[in-house]
């Protein structure tokens, strides 16, 4: 099994998603400090489950993720995957590669995946238990962990070798084993105190069971005179009904008979209704269809004037036409003559144009011979020009260089005399320096002695750290047994509020008569006497249930009491009546060796005669209660009753107050030292941080000192320089004055050149101007021709266009005048149309006149027959009133009748709704029931007689819990469960207690056996790393194989025996790099990683160092971060980690192959 991969993305500085492949063997991750490297390190510790944010070297949890840089965003989760090869199938899983994940939002929720299925940090754990990996385990080495192999408490490195010797498991195991066997032990606790309640409380429902069943057989039988009263009530009904029917038979019969005679006259008089009603309809449609014949003909009448309205406008409309049409002719023949006329026009500037074209060819040919001859001109004219431009760049070259070479010159007599100036500087320097190098080796000796001081105070505050530590720890140890306690005496106050919880129901009864505040009432009983506690359990035998009992001066307070109980169902209460206590106190009575209850028992005063009516005949021996009469004994049974309870709930509340006194003044105790500790921590770094301020001090004074050693030197070097320069100026002085005599010389051939060249541009000047006024000439000549032509060749255009608009004008004057013969035509169609329309409109009028005539005749004839209904409608309504006045008073006898009826019929449903509502009987079912009952001859009278003595029956019992009965059977159920669940939790407690002494044995065997072989390899891998010297591995209890700490000896060659905190930071890491390698070879982890452990190591240790791992390598792959050179090359492959962007780690890999080289024979 080998770490194959591991994928980052947003954790610490890897802002982009990072994948990095791993192989078997030796993979190193190399890079410069600060990027990132040790980030990889942190992300396989977190993925494996790392809790401690100091370990992961963040503040807050939410560091972890990606803050973001000055180019990128912060990032909202950070997630790390690792996948490991498990080919061989260490791992607990079927799967050949296996995968953990872990991920964190900044909202700080947190996520576990195995192979991308969510699971608990408990399942990662398991996973890689007894495996050599896992978040603290020896196969994850960086600085930090050598300093704890070797500084840490040797109970503190324990954890090491139970992880090489496979004892993890077991260890997790029997946690679990002890956690679940204190939960058991309090199950038992809280389980005994249930038990005792149960029983208590089935012992209090049974006589209340036995009431609440006498009660409901009471119930049944009021229940079935009840019924037997209904059923007899309902065949009363019965008799009544039938009786009632066969004396009215006649009266129903006229009303049949009346009923018809006078539906029949309703049906004639509502025929003749809806006959009229026809005959006054037609005469509507009539009328109707008078008024459509008037509208219509005043609707053709308006037709007939419109007609004749439209043929006017069509015949003026025509003549309007055809005077347009005239007008438009003559304006066609005026456009004929004018667009000839136009023609002739154009022809003639057409040929001029032409001619003025050719002129103008000639003159451009003639002005461009002009130009060519004039650029030639100007040709030679620049070249002399250029020429004189050149001399006059040369001549000022020169002229600069002479004043470049003079200023040169002052410059070096300038700075010669500067050289003298800077060797008095110098002088005075070297004297300065010699003054500072000896202030300086005064301060070196000051800083050694602080830093001295340091180290003394620092060991003073570890030794007082170390103690306060111990104290702490023994203050924890303290406060969890006081906390351990207090959480029983909950758990048991718990157990008895329950108790008194379900006894409520008595003690609301009680509570209830208090709060009447009557003055003659008072108690209960067990509030009112006091016992010792040794004698609880008698007196609570012998009074039982006595002891809830009120006391009441008078028979009058307790009566009135148990009325306002029964009235407000409150509850059962019993009394003890004082003013029927005899006032004569009996002589108290005692039999040899026994003590009378009196002597015991605790009381006010004014109960003096009660107690004594209760306990004066009442004498005991400690174990048997005697009286003149009975005798009561024999074993105790471990339950608690009225008096132990209220006490035990006193002692115990009294008691959490002291724990949680005590518990308080631990915790404050663990505050304080908390503080204590915390501010020798904060003693402690700040010493640190001062040595190593003066550490750092001390070092920058002795760099100091050579720099102030290294000045000196460089100043005497100044001093030579100065000498040599001096010399060299007076060479360069000389050098200077000869080559500015040479310019000078340069600068006077120049001049004659250039007046020479300047006489020569002033001849072609002259020629130039003489070309150019031809050429002037020429043009002007041009631009005239061109103003001609143009203004030939635009009139050409002009009169183009006017042709062409005429011709168009012409033909839009012949479309209008063919337009208009057009819709002369139309109108004319159209007055034919309307005179046509207008003669049908008149004809129409003739029709409609006839129809209008003919309808007022039938609507005369339709009136006259309506007048005669209405007179025939008339008779058959007096008829009918006549029959419905006699049909009336029948009706009214019927509704009587009727009345009565619904009135029998409303008891019969209210009897029995009340039969179903009240009993759930149908009345089939009641009589199948009550058969016997209905047979005998018993009266209504005596039933409810019987009823009324059974209810008084109910009434004597009292109050009665109806649920008692079902309770009683619960409670019964839930004891024989909960002896089961206590039998089961005993037989758990003894199965728990066995696997704890199973893993006990097996975990020493298995230490012991491992222990030895770590401490054989330790002493070997010491002795090769170091070339000699001791070491070993020491038991602080060799007694005690589970606990014992572990101690590490080790003496380097040629040192003597001493503390391990002692060595050097390169011998500690060799130290701790030999109990690695040790644990290796009992027990190989898959894979190890090495953060910078070879930090401290010289050439010599590396190379022995270097050397184990490969050698490990065979068996186990090593993820190495290192900086030093021989570990890296012995990688196969190489990682390099670099920060282009700022607060971003990049990741580069080069994967190694081996060579073979042959060498030559």
Known sequence: MYLKRIEIFGFKSFAIKTRLEFEPGINAIVGPNGCGKTNISDAIKWALGEQSMRSLRCPKTEDLIFNGSQSRLPLSFAEVSLTVDNQDGLLPTNFSEVTVSRRLYRSGESEYYLNKTQCRLKDIRDLFLDTGLGAQSYSLMEQGKVEFILQAKPEERRSLFEEASGIAKYKVRKEEALSRLEKVEFDLLRLNDTLTLLKEQIRSLDAAARKAKQYQKYQEEIKSGEVLIILKELAKLKKETEDLTSGNKQTFENYDTLSKLIQNLETNLTNLQNELSKKREEIEENRDLLYQNESDLLQAKNRIDLAEGRIKDSEKQIELLEEESKQQQEKLKNFVDTLEKSTQEKEKYEKDTGQLKEKLKEKEKEISELTKKIKETNHIFQEKKERIYSLVQERTLTKNEIIRLETQLQNLQNEKKKLKDDFSALEEKKEKLVLEYTNLNQELSLCEEENNRLRERKVTVENEFVQKKNLYRETLQQLEKVQTELNQQKARLFALKELAEKSKFCRLAIQSVLTLNLPEISGPLSSIIKVPKENEKIVEKMLAEKLNFLVSETQESAEKAIRYLKENNKGWVGFFILEKISEKLPPLSRLPKTRNLLEIIGYDVKYKKLIHYLFSSIYFDGTILYSETTIQGGSEIKESGLLSEERETKEIEDNLSNLERIAKEYFNQKDNLEKEISALENELTQLNQQTQEKQTAFTVLLKEKERRKEKEEITLDEIKANHWESNQKDIEINEKNTRMKKEEEKLTNWETEENNLNKEMKTLEKDILVLKEEETKSNQELTELKISFNTSEQRYRILSQEKDKLTKEREEL?????????????????????????????????????KKEEVEKINSTLENDSQKLVQKISTEENSLNSLRQEFKEIEDKKKDL???????????????????????????????????????????????????????????????NLAAPEEYENLNARLNFLISQEEDLKKAKEDLLQLINKINISTRETFGKSFAQVRKNFQQTFHFLFEGGEADLVLTDETNLWETGIDIVAQPAGKKLQNISLLSGGEKALTAIALLFAFFLVKPAPFCLLDEVDAALDDANIYRYVRLVKEFSKNTQFIIITHNKRTIETADLLYGVTMEEFGVSKIISVKFQKVSVAVPA
């Open 898 to 960: 009727e009345i009565y009826q619904q009135k029998i019929n409303l008891e019969k449903k209210h009897l029995l709704m009340r039969l179903k509502d009240e009993f759930n009987l149908s009345v089939e079912q009641a009589e199948r029931k009550h058969k016997e009952e209905l047979e005998k001859e018993i009266s209504v009278e005596e039933i409810k007689l019987e009823n009324e003595r059974l209810k008084r029956r109910v009434e004597s019992l009292g109050a009665v």
């Open 814 to 850: 012949e479309k209008s005048i063919h337009s208009k013969k057009e819709r002369t035509l139309n109108l004319g169609e159209t007055t034919k149309n309307e005179k046509e329309i207008l003669t049908k409109e008149k004809e129409k009028i003739i029709l409609l006149q006839e």
